[in-house]
């Protein structure tokens, strides 16, 4: 009973390679440990700054979606201001069109009753032939005679003595008087009815400048000569008989028609007649 036990603790020697095994995988063991608990954080320090950054998605999201719907909402109330200032544009167009026919319309009318009251004033307004010595005689050196009628507003003087052209529009202006201008085809025919036989200078000329036939003075005449078929390489002057308005050479010999509008006659004229 007096004898001690004792315990003995074997220990088994590890291989070189197991030793040097086991030190590769501390080795690697070692530092996977010492990263994990170098980059573990607490999860709500990451959680937080990622709210409010959704946060401020969202609140932007919502800012842009806003305005878009805006830009839209406006983007269609221009475009409908913009189609109805083109229909009332349209409208005012073709207001505007169709005065400017009404007015020409209305302006041929007017011209067509112009032309016939004119007419009317002519044909009852007739003064019959009278024979006549013009006052001209201080700057021609001798009488001039002739004849003249007045019808409507104008008094036509034809003068006797057959003359050129030139020559019948220098007696013209030395008489006070205008060369004859035919104003409208209602004219022509009232002189053609009204005029002797025989043919007539009147103040139609071919204008070899401006390549065109014009009245003494440019005067303006709704008289068409396309319609006369004046050919001014047989003739630059024009003439009058009944039949016809032609032209001829200028120094052809004819007598002459001059003319004078009432308005233009002096008042103790009147009064002596």
Not at 4 to 20: A, D, G, P, W
Not at 42 to 49: F, K, Q
Not at 76 to 89: G, I, R, V, W
Not at 240 to 265: G, H, P, Q
Request: a neutral charge.
């Amino acid at each position: 009973m007096s004898d001690e036990i004792t315990y003995t603790t074997v220990r088994f020697q590890k291989t070189s390679s197991e030793l040097q095994n086991r030190g590769r995988a501390d080795e690697t063991q070692g530092p996977r440990e010492a990263d994990h608990r170098e980059w573990s954080v607490p999860w709500h320090l990451i959680a937080i700054p990622l709210g409010i950054l959704c946060s401020i998605l969202l609140v932007t999201v919502a800012m842009l979606v806003k305005h878009i719907f805006q830009y839209n909402q406006e983007k269609h109330e221009l475009q409908k201001a913009l189609n109805n200032l083109h229909q009332e544009y349209s409208t005012m167009q073709n207001a505007s069109y169709l005065m400017e026919e009404m007015w020409k319309t209305k302006s041929v009318e007017c011209d067509a009753c112009k032309d016939h009251l004119v007419s009317l004033n002519r044909k009852q307004n007739y003064y019959g032939e009278i024979n006549v010595v013009l006052d001209c005689k201080q700057l021609t050196g001798k009488r001039v005679e002739g004849h003249w009628f007045c019808a409507g507003i104008k008094c036509y003087y034809f003068i006797t003595d057959e003359k050129h052209w030139s020559g019948c529009e220098q007696t013209c202006q030395n008489c006070s008087l205008s060369f004859l201008n035919i104003e409208d085809n209602d004219e022509l025919k009232f002189l053609q009815l009204q005029i002797k036989p025989g043919s007539y200078w009147i103040g139609l000329s071919y204008n070899k400048e401006k390549s065109k036939w014009q009245w003494i003075g440019d005067s303006p005449s709704k008289l068409d000569l396309n319609t006369m078929k004046l050919n001014h390489n047989t003739g630059r002057c024009a003439f009058l008989s009944r039949a016809r308005l032609e032209n001829e050479s200028c120094d052809k010999t004819y007598t002459c028609i001059c003319e004078k509008r009432l308005d233009k006659f002096p008042d103790s004229f009147f009064s002596r007649n």
